[in-house]
């Protein structure tokens, strides 16, 4: 691996005897892990039903194993949201946040999703889980990650850290800061991350990342915690961004710092920084009502006697509210600050709404991947009729009566299809067909 010339050289100096060994884990394949999604399903049953082998377990999460099976992303369990595919080492910053039931939580740089679902299983369903992403594009592969495991907690946004801070001032229990970086723990797993990198630009992320710092610490109530952390080995921007950070906000104090090391781990290295900050004042939201729009709560309840086996308002989280606003039917957060319209992807658990005609209501696949089999009338499959539905076909099924059905695997849900005189219709949006 042709690494770069500068990289080597400070490497060299930071680790002395070390170097070598450092140097020689480059010749190793990257380390590959998946984490069980225990929002669906726990880690002993998926032992049981796993399509891949599993090594050991991940030190520093208890949800997360070793494997050296490939195309993890392309087997029917993990369509069905029952795992993430996850670098190792990078699976050690989030225990360090200590999350509790009902916390505020937000990821502030959370694209692709891994940090902010591994999150969301701490959670357990509670409390709060605000997802950012700056970047557009990459905050819709968030979105569907999100979606694909079943957390109904979350918000989903894609704005810059000034313009959430003006919202969410004081209003953390925890932050995680995975902040963009050089990316020189990338390497292995991704080439191209070896042109790009530069001491320019190590500079340039280091900028960057204190100006997101600044904004966290804005958002982070009175005791809260925030959590640092990279996938590169650069002091500058690592233990010397939370030293510098440390001369200017006295209120905060280190409680552990740590760097893997992919010559010391089974990983290809992280950095994680553990900040506790000073007692001070939480910000108290005002409830709002939720708005109901009676003709799309009269489609709605008809079709849930029809497809569920309870009332959606049992699904729904402790802090949120059920809701019925124009066409649209959601779970409505309590304890969320007044966000602007457009500002999100989404906010907790959307339902579905009525059809353009507004004579039906039409579920939405989020929906789909929250439930269990028995919460549902669904139509459970083998492998080979699963991946027929994942290519957007339909199939034939013993179904009678006519209605939606969520089609599931192992008893694990991939979407929706309609019955239809034997036939399943597929409904699994075009998006995430392969």
């Known amino acids: 691996m042709n690494l770069p010339q500068d990289f080597l050289i400070r490497m060299k100096a930071e680790l002395g005897a070390g170097f070598e060994s450092f140097l020689k884990s480059y010749e190793n394949e990257p380390a590959r892990a998946v ?35 490939e195309g993890l992303g392309k087997t029917v369990a993990h369509a069905a949201g029952l795992y993430y595919v996850q670098e190792p080492s990078a699976m050690c910053a989030v225990p360090e946040l200590e999350i509790a039931t009902g916390e505020r939580v937000l990821d502030l740089c959370s694209a692709p999703g891994g940090k902010g679902t591994q999150i969301a299983q701490y959670m357990k369903g509670s409390g709060i889980l605000v997802l950012n992403e700056i970047d557009l594009k990459r905050s819709i592969i968030l979105k569907s990650n999100v979606e694909r495991l079943g957390v109904k907690n979350a918000v989903v946004l894609s704005k810059s850290p000034e313009e959430l801070s003006g919202i969410f001032y004081d209003y953390f229990d925890k932050i995680l800061v995975d ?22 630009n190590v500079e340039l992320c280091a900028v960057r990342q204190k100006n997101i710092l600044e904004n966290a610490d804005k958002m982070l109530a009175g005791g809260g915690r925030m959590v640092y952390s990279t996938c590169t080995f650069a002091p500058e921007e690592d233990e010397r961004q939370i030293e510098n950070f440390l001369k200017t906000h006295k209120e905060y104090k280190l409680i552990n710092m740590k760097k893997l090391l992919p010559h010391e781990v089974r990983g290809e290295g992280h950095f994680c920084a553990v900040l506790q900050k000073s007692e001070g004042e939480r910000r108290v939201i005002k409830k709002r ?49 007044e966000i602007p319209y457009g500002f ?58 006519k209605g939606w059905r969520v089609v599931t695997y192992l008893g694990y849900p991939l979407g929706w299809c309609k019955a239809v005189n034997g036939v399943a219709k597929n409904h699994l949006p075009k998006g995430l067909r392969i």
């Not at 309870?310 to 509210?321: H, R």
Request: aromatic share 12%; glycine share 6%; with cysteine.
């Open 35 to 69: 984490r069980v999604n225990t929002l669906k399903v726990s880690v002993d049953e998926f032992k049981k039903i796993s399509p891949v082998l599993l090594e050991g377990r991940v030190p520093w999460e208890k949800s997360g194993f070793y494997t050296l099976a």
């Open 179 to 200: 902040a963009p970086c050089s990316g020189e723990g990338m390497f292995k797993k991704e080439p191209n991350a070896i042109p790009e990198w530069s001491l320019k």
């Open 289 to 337: 009502e939720p708005l109901v729009k009676e003709k799309t709560l009269k489609l709605y309840r008809e079709w849930e006697v029809q497809t569920l086996s309870f009332k959606a308002e049992n699904l729904v989280c402790e802090d949120e509210n059920f809701a019925v606003n124009g066409g649209n039917v959601y779970a409505f957060f309590n304890d969320l600050p």
């Open 344 to 401: 999100y992807w989404d906010s907790g658990l959307f339902f579905g709404g009525r059809t353009s005609d507004g004579k039906r209501f039409e579920p939405s696949h989020r929906l789909a991947m929250c439930l269990k089999k028995e919460e549902v009338r669904h139509i459970d499959v083998d492998e080979a009729t699963a991946l027929k539905f994942l290519r957007g076909l339909t199939f034939e099924c013993s179904a009678t009566e």
